[in-house]
């Protein structure tokens, strides 16, 4: 396994949503879909990220790690 950037959480309301870089480029999505289905992960790719979550991941993301992670999600 690749080492690990950092971890990015854009939870709303009560569902968890973590988002976790690495520096292979590989992102991996840890999140809860509903009340029954919590801790749901997922492998992803820069182009199956929606702009919105992309936005709030750079609005979320440490200010020192914000260009190495707008690179992988291929960020404007």
Do not use: A
């Not at 509903?34 to 801790?39: E, G, M, R, V």
């Amino acid at each position: 396994m690749e080492k690990e950037i950092c971890t990015i959480s854009i939870t709303s309301d009560s569902f968890g949503d973590n988002y976790t870089f690495y520096e292979d480029q590989t992102i991996k999505r840890n999140y809860d879909s509903d009340s029954l289905h919590s801790d749901v992960t997922e492998w992803l790719k820069n182009d199956q990220i929606s702009s919105q979550s992309k936005d709030k991941l750079i609005r979320n993301c440490p200010e020192e790690l914000k260009e190495k992670i707008m690179i992988i999600l291929n960020y404007p």
